[in-house]
């Protein structure tokens, strides 16, 4: 009984799922399990050895003895390395919330890193430290690949930079990194590297670039705000500075701000056309909007793979475009090519959940489905939702409760896992109903879209409290 699939009657909740999307996402599994059992077991086994990707985790470099004011420097080859790498295929990279979860270290040492590769099951940890020697600062870059019990070790070749040379120096470091691993490379890529390493020509915008991607990570209000006034720096300084101006429309998307969102997305594919990020985050605010822009979103995902044929993440907003249109051979071919170009995605293992909750008999492939998710993204609070709610259709409470708590521990302001969570502890603990009936009349008494769901609420807290009253 969740608010995701419930309607208001009667001031009561009862379960009415939406009949077309249950049709449209069964339809699209049912055309799926065909699809694959029709392919030549041949094909299967060539389509699965073709995706051989390798997961990288990029760690800040450590600044053992620079002076506070260029600490900065280790995040800006961190984050050097992780815009170049992006341009490539067959390198996943372990997104760097999932940090967040881990005990951190006072610096990402080699210890630290084979750690952190082993918790987050990385193929391989990029770190490194930046140190002054003689005056000049010395950029040493390291890497281990972590092979079960076994671990290799790799150093690159040192780096130089003098005053004023970060930049020239950051440039080089990808593609030292990816020619230590025997990453081959065409020209043409080895160039792209290089372009988004450090794509501007200010040290001023780099350093509030940077700092503004720092303070973005860590999730919250506080550091998201912080983060807007380092990427407005940023763009102060270097108007052309195409990474910044997307990276602050992720941050006044992660705010709630959907037109600040967009108007920086679309200065950013302004400033560059051939910039695949920030048609991908237009498909995403359009795939969510009120209205059902799903043609418009179904474009935007459309640009951004034409520029990166191998964006997974771009390949599954496709999908979910394409599922949400009813274009069932759509989203199957969407969704294979995500999987190809990224076997580690939670994204599409949580689409996959969708898929098989949508038909009641499926309730063992949707756990499991919702499982892997959550095991490659332990953050991943969809899944997490999608998970809970298997769990109570089928009358396992104490799992809906465990997974519903952990969403709200990750996202304390959740009022749909906090509304689930009050639901279901009505059923198990009355007492402790009322006391989250009360936190989420009080978390989303306050916003416009919930004004529908808080009545509903206060029906259900008023019902409880006179049952306890009768009772005395």
Same mark, same amino acid.
């Given at each position: 009984m969740t608010r995701l699939d419930s309607r208001v009657s009667d001031g009561k909740i009862s379960k009415r799922r939406a009949t077309v999307i249950r049709i449209a996402w069964l339809a699209v599994w049912t055309a799926w399990l065909l699809v694959w059992v029709a392919t030549p077991a041949s094909a299967q086994t060539s389509a699965a050895a073709a995706t051989k990707v390798r997961s990288v985790l990029i760690l800040p470099f450590a600044t053992p003895d620079l002076p506070r004011e260029e600490e900065w420097m280790g995040e800006a080859a961190a984050q050097s390395i992780m815009s170049s790498f992006r341009q490539i295929p067959g390198i996943i990279q372990i997104e760097r919330s999932r940090l967040q979860s881990l005990t951190q270290p006072e610096a990402w040492d080699e210890q630290a890193a084979v750690a952190a590769a082993r918790v987050l099951r990385a193929d391989i940890a990029f770190f490194g430290e930046i140190r002054r020697v003689a005056g000049d600062a010395t950029l040493q870059a390291r890497w281990v690949e972590v092979r079960g019990e076994r671990v290799e070790r790799g150093?690159?070749?040192?780096?130089?930079?003098?005053?004023?040379?970060?930049?020239?120096?950051?440039?080089?470091l990808p593609v030292a990194y990816a020619r230590s691993l025997k990453i081959h490379l065409s020209d043409a890529e080895a160039a792209r590297m290089q372009k988004w390493a450090a794509p501007t020509g200010s040290?001023?915008?780099?350093?509030?670039?940077?700092?503004?991607?720092?303070?973005?990570?860590?999730?919250? %209000?506080? #550091?998201?705000?912080?983060?807007?006034?380092? @990427?407005?720096?940023?763009?102060? =300084?270097? +108007? *052309? &500075?195409?990474?910044? %101006?997307? #990276?602050?429309?992720?941050?006044?998307?992660? @705010?709630?701000?959907?037109?600040? =969102?967009? +108007? *920086? &997305?679309?200065?950013?594919?302004q400033l560059d056309s051939t910039f695949p990020e920030p048609y991908k985050s237009l498909g995403d605010l359009f795939l969510t909007a009120p209205r059902r822009?799903?043609?418009?979103?179904?474009?935007?995902?459309?640009?951004?793979?034409?520029?990166?044929?191998?964006?997974?993440?771009?390949?599954?907003?496709?999908?979910?475009?394409?599922?949400?249109?009813?274009?069932?051979?759509?989203?199957?071919?969407?969704?294979?090519?995500?999987?190809?170009?990224?076997?580690?995605?939670?994204?599409?293992?949580?689409?996959?959940?969708?898929?098989?909750?949508?038909?009641?008999?499926l309730y063992y492939e949707s756990v499991q489905a919702y499982?892997?998710?959550?095991?490659?993204?332990?953050?991943?609070?969809?899944?997490?939702?999608?998970?809970?709610?298997?769990?109570?259709?089928?009358?396992?409470?104490?799992?809906?409760?465990?997974?519903?708590?952990?969403?709200?521990?990750?996202?304390?302001?959740?009022?749909?896992?906090?509304?689930?969570?009050?639901?279901?502890?009505?059923?198990?603990?009355?007492?402790?109903?009322?006391?989250?009936?009360?936190?989420?009349?009080?978390?989303?008494?306050?916003?416009?879209?919930?004004?529908?769901?808080?009545?509903?609420?206060?029906?259900?807290?008023?019902?409880?409290?006179?049952?306890f009253e009768k009772d005395k």
């Open positions: 150093t690159l070749d040192p780096i130089t930079v003098p005053d004023g040379a970060l930049l020239d120096r950051l440039r080089q040290l001023k915008a780099w350093e509030s670039y940077v700092r503004g991607r720092a303070a973005a990570v860590r999730g919250t %209000q506080e #550091a998201n705000e912080a983060a807007v006034e380092h @990427l407005s720096r940023a763009i102060e =300084a270097d +108007a *052309q &500075f195409v990474l910044a %101006q997307y #990276a602050l429309g992720s941050v006044h998307q992660a @705010l709630g701000n959907r037109w600040k =969102a967009a +108007a *920086q &997305f679309r200065a950013s594919t822009l799903f043609d418009q979103a179904e474009e935007a995902y459309v640009k951004a793979i034409d520029l990166r044929p191998f964006y997974a993440e771009a390949h599954v907003g496709l999908g979910d475009a394409k599922a949400a249109k009813g274009d069932v051979n759509g989203a199957i071919s969407a969704y294979q090519k995500a999987l190809v170009h990224n076997p580690l995605s939670a994204q599409v293992h949580a689409s996959l959940g969708k898929i098989y909750y949508a038909e009641k008999g499982k892997k998710a959550v095991d490659l993204d332990p953050l991943n609070t969809e899944a997490r939702m999608g998970l809970a709610e298997v769990y109570e259709d089928k009358g396992l409470y104490p799992e809906a409760i465990s997974e519903y708590k952990k969403v709200v521990e990750l996202d304390p302001k959740n009022t749909g896992a906090l509304y689930n969570l009050a639901l279901v502890y009505e059923r198990t603990d009355p007492r402790e109903a009322i006391a989250l009936w009360e936190r989420y009349i009080q978390l989303a008494g306050p916003l416009p879209t919930e004004k529908d769901w808080v009545d509903v609420a206060k029906l259900h807290l008023r019902k409880l409290k006179n049952q």
